[in-house]
């Protein structure tokens, strides 16, 4: 009879070890729960730098634009006639009719205050002659940009106003009666001042903080007015007397922002806290980026709320994974000390069994770990998906945002078409205007003045135009006017559509259910590449066709171009395909317009027509017409203009 060995004892461990054990279980479970914080710690700090950095960019571009837009004004008002006749003959004249003119000016450019100084810094007249501030009167001989202005360049200031402590920026330019002498002196100083609030308005509706700071570290914009004419860092009396002597921030006490850095990462970015202040319950990254144009810094301040949500999630994933893997590993070891004891008192003959039985559990065990490591796994995937799709939402709202100044750069050489024409009737009408003046034909020189007026309110409109479609649409869905979209879009593209016949086909209006911006996107899009294909057409025609069908509306543009190729229709609406030069697009438009259209709802495709062209077909869920105590889209197109 073969000999049989007796079960072997259940393993336990030792008193020390147990105590070692327990001690290792918590500091483990510590280590990983904080090291998987510090991971996404980083990962959370990495994304959020990239949003502060893409913000961060369109602030100061759109801060830029805003100043920048006024930079003519000064110098066309100082070439009027009116404002060097009235210089010639000081104390001579009323001016009444200038301040009147100067209030006109300022009304129609949408700016804050426009005022005339002489050639010693004494303000003449001004457009809030009737107001208890008024600037006439004032000297501003101690302002830099009439000490620019009258050595002959042209002034770039800002501050509070001396009268009104409004906080502006000023533009100024030298009026001359005579430039040919060798030592020609301008007579005067033409200045324009343009208020912030909008541009702080607008950053009021970030998630973020938006500060700008001059070269002396004083924040004079800031999206929390608590934060406005405070100094960045502590200033020492010797630099807040200079301040004061400029009096650039008037008598403002510029107190401390109680900024504090307490981490500088190796990005350039910085995580800082507020002692005081509206910002001491959070921390916030920080971001800097230098205008050199104006010698500012524009800082963006983001919340770190993100973040440690971010950490706090990775480590409850950590701990519960790190709980879940000893719990298996405790229920295994129990499982094996069980069984030991049972094959202490089970007989020989059932050791063939209790081998079966051990090798159950092995594969009990292995699929454990494999459920485990799937378990993870997934985990991972989930929130990489979740940090995905919003990478991704975002990345094609900035992409549809692109594709429409992409499409105003296309517009840029019309649009200059279209305003030379009116500046250079303005000249001619001036001149004649002059001229009428001189021989005393006074209603001659105010119908020359009435088409002057009429001719920059069509260039306003020209400008009204570009600023609609570059806007940002809000993505509310609503009733929308299809024939509107359609004017709109024919209004952008009307120098380019002169030797273009188009056809509208449509008997009444109809309404879909969309979004108002980007449908207008999606439909100069279309026009636009129609225009384009039909660049070596002898006769092009644009045919624009809207029909109603089963609580469906069908919209379709089509041109009488060579057509697509067969073999690119399949790909047409693919990202980054495009039949153009190089140079001449990236092939995003109709890739973004296919993808605006599915969000609406509907669907778009495109098809060859019989003998020469193609078609865009844009189909959409149809809309009731919206009551008369709303206003249509068509009536807000207008009040844009």
Not at 587 to 602: E, K, T, V
């Amino acid at each position: 009879m073969p000999s049989v060995k007796g079960p072997h004892r259940p393993p336990r461990l030792s008193q020390p070890l147990r105590w070692l054990l327990l001690l290792l279980l918590p500091l483990g479970l510590v280590a990983i729960m904080w090291q998987a914080a510090q991971v996404a710690r980083e990962q959370a700090l990495q994304t959020l730098v990239r949003e502060a950095e893409n913000e961060l960019r369109l602030s100061a571009a759109g801060l830029e634009g805003h100043l920048t837009r006024h930079d003519y004004l000064p110098q066309l008002l100082a070439s009027r006639e009116m404002v060097q006749r009235f210089l010639l003959n000081q104390g001579q004249q009323d001016p009444m009719p200038l301040n009147l003119l100067l209030d006109q000016f300022r009304a129609t450019a949408d700016v804050s205050d426009v005022y005339l100084l002489d050639a010693d810094a004494n303000t003449l007249a001004a457009s809030n002659w009737h107001r208890p501030n008024t600037f006439i009167g004032q000297n501003y001989a101690f302002r830099s940009y009439y000490q620019d202005a009258i050595e002959g360049g042209r002034g770039r200031f800002y501050g509070l106003g001396v009268q009104s402590l409004e906080r502006g920026y000023y533009f100024s330019a030298p009026v001359w009666l005579d430039d040919t002498a060798p030592d020609a002196r301008p007579s005067g100083v033409m200045v324009i001042k343009i208020l912030l609030d909008a541009v702080e308005e607008s950053w009021a509706e970030q998630d973020a903080v938006l500060l700008v700071t001059d070269k002396d570290d004083i924040v004079f914009m800031a999206s929390h007015p608590e934060l406005r004419m405070s100094a960045l860092h502590p200033l020492s009396e010797e630099e807040r007397q200079a301040l004061l002597a400029t009096r650039r921030y008037a008598d403002e006490p510029l107190s401390p922002s109680g900024i504090e850095i307490y981490e500088q990462r190796p990005d350039g970015s910085r995580l800082v806290r507020f002692d005081q202040g509206p910002l001491t319950e959070g921390n916030h990254l920080a971001l800097t980026r230098h205008m050199d144009a104006y010698g500012w810094d524009m800082h963006i301040l983001k919340p770190l709320g993100s973040v440690y949500q971010a950490q706090w999630l990775a480590a409850a994933l950590a701990g519960g994974l790190y709980s879940v893997v000893v719990l298996a590993g405790g229920v295994g070891w129990q499982r094996l000390r069980l069984r030991r004891e049972r094959e202490l008192f089970a007989e020989r003959e059932r050791q063939t069994l209790a081998s079966a039985r051990d090798e159950l559990e092995r594969n009990v065990q292995l699929r454990t770990r494999d459920l485990l490591e799937t378990n993870r796994l997934l985990s991972d995937e989930i929130e990489e998906r979740r940090r995905a799709e919003e990478n991704l939402r975002q990345t094609r709202d900035e992409l549809i945002q692109a594709a429409k100044l992409a499409v105003l750069g296309q517009l840029a050489a019309g649009i200059n078409h279209e305003l030379n024409q009116p500046l250079a009737a303005i000249r001619a009408y001036a001149e004649n205007a002059r001229a009428f003046l001189e021989r005393q034909r006074i209603d001659a020189v105010d119908a020359n003045l009435a088409q002057v007026v009429e001719l920059t309110e069509r260039m306003a409109e020209i400008s009204a135009q570009l600023r609609q479609f570059s806007r940002k649409s809000d993505s509310s869905l609503t009733a929308v006017s299809v024939q509107a979209c359609f004017d709109y879009a024919l209004r952008l593209y009307q120098n380019r559509l002169r030797d273009v016949e188009v056809e509208r086909c449509w008997e009444e209006e109809v309404w879909v259910y969309a979004d108002l911006v980007r449908l207008e996107q999606v439909l100069v899009n279309l026009i636009g590449n129609a225009l384009q294909a039909m660049a070596e057409t002898q006769a092009p025609r644009l045919v624009l066709r809207v029909e109603t069908e089963a609580g469906e509306v069908r919209i379709s543009v089509a041109d009488t171009g060579p057509g697509i190729p067969e073999t690119h229709l399949s790909r047409i609406f693919e990202p980054f395909f495009t039949t153009k030069s190089p140079g001449s697009g990236l092939g995003l438009g109709l890739s973004i317009s296919a993808r605006i259209i599915n969000d609406l709802g509907g669907s778009i495709e495109a098809t060859n027509l019989a003998g020469a062209g193609a078609r865009f077909t844009i189909t959409l869920p149809q809309e009731k017409r919206p009551d008369g105590s709303q206003p249509s889209p068509t009536e807000e197109q207008r009040s844009h203009a």
